[in-house]
């Protein structure tokens, strides 16, 4: 199925201009700053049940308790200057994705800095897209922080509720390998750790949660206005692996959004679930 039909409901948030101030911006498009909350280091997230959360400290105390609201809702999608302008995606409906996982680098910085916003992902959702779990790499503010320089966090977005790691600047060149794996399940339910493995920062863990299905490789930008707000040349993804739990990796052809208008593509180098290579062109 392709991407025109597989479509996130957080691709449309993007094609919204920058609300009010008690809007906050995250990979997901601007949501309620009342509800954007920064997890411990050490803590996690626990579903209590169908609409409340929990967050955790590292003792296990409860920091923090969420309820789940609904958010804007889209059955169509296209490339626009903001929001999710260029992704790869493929839709699981096998065994449940044990991991997935990808490698990349810190693009150069772009040439002109007038308060956008970047992200750089490899992510996970629900097939009911009312949730995402995300290593992200971003350059600008947003709701965890941030500004003129590239830092990661990893972030789980559930309803209207936003969470996020501290971030953490990185420098241009340096390579990141971000990773979605489940941990555990419970009947119905499943863990899972957002994680950049490679680098010696909080993960996340969502204990509790819906399965996630639709997993990405995704560039999504606000505010930008020019060729200039994007770094120069490409970022690839390579190293692709998703693995079932199973311990299978499934036959993958990844469905691919562009946005030609704006010259910003992208392209599957290498098909497949092992050592798969994805490249987004600014």
């Given at each position: 199925m392709r991407a025109t039909v597989l479509v996130s409901l957080f691709s449309a948030l993007g094609a919204i201009?920058?609300?009010?101030?008690?809007q906050v911006l995250t990979p997901k498009g601007?949501?309620?700053?009342?509800?954007a909350v920064e997890v411990p280091a050490g803590g996690k997230i626990v579903h209590v049940?169908?609409?409340?959360?929990?967050?955790?400290?590292?003792?296990?105390?409860?920091?923090?308790?969420?309820?789940?609201?609904?958010?804007?809702t889209s059955s169509a999608v296209a490339p626009e200057e903001t929001g999710w302008v260029a992704f790869a995606s493929w839709l699981n409906t096998g065994a449940a994705i044990g991991s997935?996982?990808?490698?990349?680098?810190?693009?150069?910085?772009p040439a002109n800095f007038d308060g956008q916003t970047l992200f750089l992902f490899n992510s996970i959702e629900p097939a009911t897209f009312d949730a995402i779990m995300q290593p992200v790499l971003q350059y600008g503010g947003s709701a965890a922080g941030g500004g003129e320089y590239w830092a990661v966090a990893n972030w789980y977005l559930y309803g209207d509720n936003t969470f996020f790691t501290t971030p953490v600047e990185v420098s241009v060149g340096q390579q990141l390998v971000g990773e979605v794996?489940?941990?555990?399940?419970?009947?119905?339910?499943?863990?899972?750790?957002?994680?950049f493995t490679n680098?010696?920062?909080t993960s996340l863990t969502v204990d509790g949660g819906e399965e996630l299905q639709w997993a990405t490789i995704t560039l999504e930008t606000y505010s930008t206005t020019s060729s200039s707000d994007y770094p120069t040349g490409s970022t690839v993804f390579s190293a692709i692996n998703l693995e079932l739990s199973n311990g299978q990796?499934?036959?993958?052809?990844?469905?691919?959004?562009?946005d030609p208008s704006d010259g910003i593509t992208t392209t599957v180098n290498v098909e497949g679930s092992t050592s798969a290579e994805i490249t987004i062109t600014y």
């Open positions: 201009a920058a609300p009010a101030t008690t601007y949501r309620s700053a009342s509800n049940n169908d609409t409340n959360l929990h967050v955790l400290d590292a003792e296990g105390t409860v920091v923090h308790v969420a309820s789940k609201a609904a958010t804007a997935f996982k990808a490698t990349w680098s810190v693009p150069p910085a794996q489940l941990v555990g399940t419970s009947g119905s339910t499943y863990n899972y750790n957002s994680a680098l010696d920062i990796f499934p036959s993958i052809d990844w469905a691919v959004q562009s």
